[in-house]
């Protein structure tokens, strides 16, 4: 069996391995596997080239989808001298080297694509920083970035750059990348078909992460073909990637929460699970799921706020891992309970009421007169003690004199708002035969 390091390919100019992922790097932009949507001919990227007229871009995506590949690339396919910086290692010292660099170049007739790795990385006077120079046209900044740029990057930034999203790789591209290792190596994978298809979900849409694995697997040296379960011993999973501060973060929250919405209890524990599994503070998770119970559940369920704050505290009362099991509970719960947001909508409109007509005094009749001059004002005149009422109801006006009386809270037929949608048009019906009377 031949060694996999034994073609001129594979050597390094001075002499040593080079790795797969080098090896196999696209040399031109037809070979990038996965990002079709932005480089075909109607994508943006390919629009671009095709017109001829490549503007400054933010590349957004998750690692091993190509960023720097599709950098390097477009400096070929627009001629110009291509430097790559990373803003990790990179502080102003060096940018201003680069910058300089780029101007005598720009003076011999050459233009310069400055590649930014990370640039998420950098600070706003860093940023700012690289306004002027692609204003001149001293630079093409092409950034890469694994957090969303809306959140990252300054808003100036951003308006002089096209964010291209790129996206993680499907198993089908990563096959497709699989197969062209193999073409390299000059034969298969010693993989069953079970066994090639875990390593290719261990590499999580990465395609740099599927070429050290391929790597590893073409070293072995077995007989036959592996099964799924030797693949499993012999090679380390990829680390989900999830940043408990980054966008990661808000993405796997938002499709909890979602899924709870959407009554899925099984799509919720799994997006629970997932940020558990990446870390993620079980007591933040307990605070987001009791918000869900009062903004998507509310009084259809009253039981669901309870069911979420035993959760919380028997959590704290055990902790990980087994306190957990606690906090799952009430994500199923939430997920099969009764929803509504009717409280959450009617809430946001007294608030927005509250706002506009804040200055409004109550009616004087519902105010104390602790005072002679405040009686003598009319301070609690006419107010009727509804207790007094035969029926407990007075149906007197609680709001400013003058106000339209708004109908906020409306309860949907579902669950125990059925019982309180009742309720609400018997008053309503009570406080018409008051004011018709």
């Known amino acids: 069996m031949a060694d996999?390091?034994?073609?001129?390919?594979?050597?390094?100019?001075?002499?040593?391995?080079?790795?797969?992922?080098?090896?196999?790097?696209?040399?031109?932009?037809?070979?990038?596997?996965?990002?079709?949507?932005?480089?075909?001919?109607?994508?943006?990227?390919?629009?671009?080239?095709?017109a001829g007229s490549l503007s400054s871009l933010i590349l957004w995506g998750p690692p091993g989808v190509g960023k720097t590949t599709i950098a390097r690339l477009l400096a070929d396919e627009t001629d110009l001298a291509f430097v790559q910086v990373s803003a990790i290692f990179t502080g102003v010292p060096e940018l201003r080297k680069v910058f300089e660099a780029a101007?005598?170049?720009?003076?011999?007739?050459?233009?310069?694509?400055?590649?930014?790795?990370?640039?998420?990385?950098?600070?706003?006077?860093?940023?700012?920083?690289?306004?002027?120079?692609?204003?001149?046209?001293?630079?093409?900044?092409?950034?890469?970035?694994?957090?969303?740029?809306?959140?990252?990057?300054?808003?100036?930034?951003?308006?002089?750059?096209?964010?291209?999203?790129?996206e993680r790789l499907s198993l089908a591209d990563l096959e497709r990348l699989a197969q062209r290792a193999e073409q390299e190596l000059g034969r298969p994978l010693p993989l069953k078909g079970e066994a090639r298809e875990a390593m290719l979900e261990m590499a999580d849409g990465d395609g740099r992460a599927l070429l050290n694995l391929i790597?590893?697997?073409?070293?072995?040296?077995?007989?036959?073909?592996?099964?799924?379960?030797?693949?499993?011993?012999?090679?380390?999973?990829?680390?989900?990637?999830?940043?408990?501060?980054?966008?990661?973060?808000y993405n796997l929250i938002s499709a909890l929460h979602k899924s709870v919405r959407g009554s899925d209890p099984d799509a919720a524990l799994y997006w629970f699970a997932r940020m558990l599994e990446g870390g993620e503070d079980p007591r933040f998770l307990a605070r987001r799921i009791t918000r869900m119970a009062v903004e998507d559940i509310g009084l259809a369920d009253p039981q669901a706020e309870a069911v979420c704050l035993d959760g919380w505290q028997t959590y704290e009362r055990l902790g990980s891992p087994e306190g957990e099991l606690a906090l799952a509970q009430a994500v199923v719960y939430l997920a099969l309970a009764p929803k509504s947001n009717a409280v959450y909508t009617a809430y946001k409109a007294a608030r927005a009421a509250a706002r506009e007509t804040g200055s409004l005094m109550p009616p004087k009749h519902i105010l104390n007169a602790p005072t002679r001059m405040m009686k003598e004002q009319g301070y609690g005149s006419g107010y009727a003690y509804d207790h007094d009422a035969e029926d407990g109801?007075?149906?007197?006006?609680?709001?400013?004199?003058?106000?339209?009386?708004?109908?906020?809270?409306?309860?949907?037929?579902?669950?125990?708002?059925?019982?309180?949608?009742?309720?609400?048009?018997?008053?309503?019906?009570?406080?018409?035969?008051?004011?018709?009377g």
Do not use: C
């Open 103 to 166: 101007k005598l170049r720009r003076t011999n007739g050459k233009g310069t694509l400055l590649f930014v790795d990370e640039i998420h990385r950098f600070n706003k006077a860093q940023q700012d920083g690289f306004l002027p120079h692609m204003e001149d046209g001293t630079i093409l900044l092409v950034g890469a970035t694994t957090e969303n740029p809306s959140f990252e990057l300054n808003a100036a930034l951003l308006s002089r750059a096209q964010v291209i999203v790129l």
């Open 4 to 50: 996999l390091f034994d073609t001129p390919s594979s050597q390094s100019r001075d002499g040593g391995p080079r790795p797969l992922a080098d090896r196999l790097r696209p040399k031109s932009l037809s070979e990038v596997i996965g990002q079709e949507k932005v480089l075909s001919p109607n994508g943006p990227l390919g629009a671009m080239l095709a």
């Open 215 to 249: 790597e590893q697997v073409a070293a072995w040296k077995v007989e036959g073909t592996l099964t799924r379960d030797q693949v499993a011993q012999r090679l380390m999973r990829r680390a989900a990637k999830y940043d408990k501060s980054g966008d990661e973060h």
């Open 393 to 436: 109801f007075s149906g007197q006006n609680y709001f400013p004199e003058g106000m339209k009386r708004p109908v906020w809270y409306l309860p949907p037929e579902r669950g125990f708002e059925r019982e309180l949608k009742k309720r609400v048009e018997y008053f309503a019906k009570l406080r018409a035969k008051r004011h018709e």
